[in-house]
């Protein structure tokens, strides 16, 4: 496509992948992952499948974008024709269709807790109030579902905006934004009275917790936070410039996503310790753990408890937002390249039916309660085949893909932009494609869901 658009800047590709990758998944999903998981073992692992797993893949993913400059199912389509690879890429598609489903929910909590934080409806709730309230705003079957509603609208307009002054512009200013509030944040946290266990328990790993389910965890943690797996990375790579450096964007990417990961553990573990929060609380633990932190850290300070809820909140949304883009982005783009929608019709539909779907995964948590399959709700069971299964798949595939499959030319042409970039670990990164992440994913696989 000679008119596809283009970021206009390096520093809007880092930003706007970096937007992508964080996101609830590091603020909301990884401190519960890893509370839930004993703490620093989990993290120590996350860290490894990260390094291992992810950069690779990541890299991987960007090059595939970027040679076939197309949406992620015709790029197998361009470089395999004719082949079964195109199925990895329209699984990416529906995985990124399913997550926006169940994520624009989170997302939408979001919105309605800068809501109460904003009209003070925080002040002088106690522990228990906290969770009631939340336990009762989630399982309500209409509040949920309008924020639900108007996060997806406001995606959908960015959206229609186009790449460069669509996503470009929103993560040039939501990210820097991101970055401020989090430090100030975590500065608070820190320095809470008997913040001291909570910093113990992002620091000492316990590994006699450790069993193939931590593995599996933090496997598909490392894939969800980095936007793995599913196509994101590689459309985005596909409006990159030709002088683009894969490897160390990939790198950047790598970087800042986990360190927002880790400092959001810094702000919610500390905080959660000092008000004698149990860690292993689940999904709820920032909705329920950090309104009460803000009331008791600032009692006597009603106006830093009020500055802090708020901008915590608005913090969420906005990582929230920098990631339903991309997602968003993912399958919009499919429709309008392979069934010639325009764009706009294209984002309407992606729109629409992730309202639909999305309307299930909330009610799941309250009305819709009972139905279960194999003992999760429905929004359990899309978070747990998408992060946990589809992934993983993706990222296997996508590592044979690029090890075995795809022209040795084209890789080495890409990663070291035609023989221009000096590129040090070239070898060790195509060794793990072809053999490290495709054993490591396959082992942890089979281990865990008794494959064999
Ligand atoms: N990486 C995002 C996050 O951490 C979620 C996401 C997953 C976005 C997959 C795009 C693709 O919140």
């Known amino acids: 496509?000679?008119?596809?658009?283009?970021?206009?800047?390096?520093?809007?590709?880092?930003?706007?992948?970096?937007?992508?990758?964080?996101?609830?998944?590091?603020?909301?999903?990884?401190?519960?992952?890893?509370?839930?998981?004993?703490?620093?073992?989990?993290?120590?692992?996350?860290l490894g499948c990260v390094l291992i797993l992810g950069l690779p893949i990541l890299i991987a993913e960007f090059l595939i974008g970027r040679h076939s400059r197309a949406n992620t199912a015709g790029a197998?389509?361009?470089?395999?024709?004719?082949?079964?690879?195109?199925?990895?890429?329209?699984?990416?598609?529906?995985?990124?269709?399913?997550?926006?489903?169940?994520?624009?929910?989170?997302?939408?909590?979001?919105?309605?807790?800068?809501?109460?934080?904003?009209?003070?409806?925080?002040?002088?709730?106690s522990a228990d109030d906290f969770i009631t309230s939340f336990q009762q705003f989630s399982a309500s079957p209409w509040r949920p579902v309008v924020w639900l509603v108007a996060f997806l609208v406001s995606t959908h307009l960015i959206i229609v905006k186009g790449?460069?002054?669509?996503?470009?512009?929103?993560?040039?200013?939501?990210?820097?934004?991101?970055?401020?509030?989090?430090?100030?944040l975590v500065g608070c946290s820190v320095t809470l009275p008997g913040a001291g266990a909570g910093i113990e328990f992002l620091l000492k790993p316990d590994?006699?917790?450790?069993?193939?389910?931590?593995?599996?965890?933090?496997?598909?943690?490392?894939?969800?936070?980095?936007?793995?797996?599913?196509?994101?990375?590689?459309?985005y790579a596909s409006y990159f410039g030709k002088d683009t450096n894969l490897a160390k964007t990939a790198f950047s990417v790598g970087v800042i996503d986990t360190c927002v990961a880790v400092l959001a553990g810094f702000?919610?573990?500390?905080a959660a310790f000092s008000v004698g929060i149990q860690p292993d609380s689940g999904p709820s633990l920032i909705f329920i753990t950090l309104p009460n932190v803000f009331q008791q850290a600032f009692g006597n300070v009603p106006v830093l408890a009020y500055v802090f809820s708020v901008m915590f909140y608005v913090l969420l949304a906005m990582a929230a937002l920098t990631s339903t883009i991309s997602l968003h982005e993912v399958v919009t783009a499919y429709l309008h390249e392979e069934f010639r929608f325009s764009r706009g019709k294209a984002a309407k539909m992606v729109t629409g039916g992730c309202i639909f779907l999305g309307v299930f995964c909330?009610?799941?948590?309250?009305?819709?309660k009972e139905y279960t399959v194999g003992g999760l709700t429905i929004f359990d069971l899309f978070d747990f085949v998408t992060a946990k299964l589809m992934l993983p798949l993706g990222g296997l595939f996508i590592a044979l893909f690029t090890g075995w499959y795809l022209d040795k030319k084209?890789?080495?042409?890409?990663?070291?932009?035609?023989?221009t970039l000096k590129v040090p670990l070239y070898r060790l990164i195509v060794f793990i494609l072809k053999y490290i992440a495709p054993i490591t994913v396959s082992l942890i696989f089979i281990n865990e869901l008794g494959l064999l």
């Open 1 to 46: 496509m000679s008119n596809r658009a283009n970021f206009g800047s390096k520093l809007g590709v880092i930003l706007a992948s970096a937007g992508s990758a964080v996101g609830l998944g590091n603020i909301w999903r990884f401190p519960y992952e890893a509370g839930n998981h004993g703490g620093a073992a989990f993290i120590f692992i996350y």
């Open 76 to 125: 197998y389509q361009k470089l395999a024709p004719g082949t079964h690879w195109r199925w990895v890429g329209r699984m990416g598609v529906l995985a990124g269709f399913l997550i926006l489903s169940y994520y624009s929910v989170v997302a939408g909590w979001t919105l309605e807790y800068i809501f109460e934080a904003a009209t003070n409806a925080f002040t002088g709730k």
């Open 163 to 184: 790449v460069e002054k669509g996503i470009e512009k929103s993560s040039k200013i939501m990210m820097p934004a991101l970055f401020i509030i989090i430090l100030i």
């Open 207 to 235: 590994f006699s917790k450790v069993d193939g389910n931590v593995f599996l965890g933090a496997m598909g943690q490392a894939f969800f936070s980095l936007s793995l797996g599913m196509g994101c990375l590689c459309t």
């Open 267 to 270: 702000i919610i573990f500390p």
């Open 362 to 368: 909330s009610l799941s948590l309250g009305v819709l």
């Open 410 to 419: 084209i890789v080495w042409e890409e990663i070291t932009n035609n023989g």
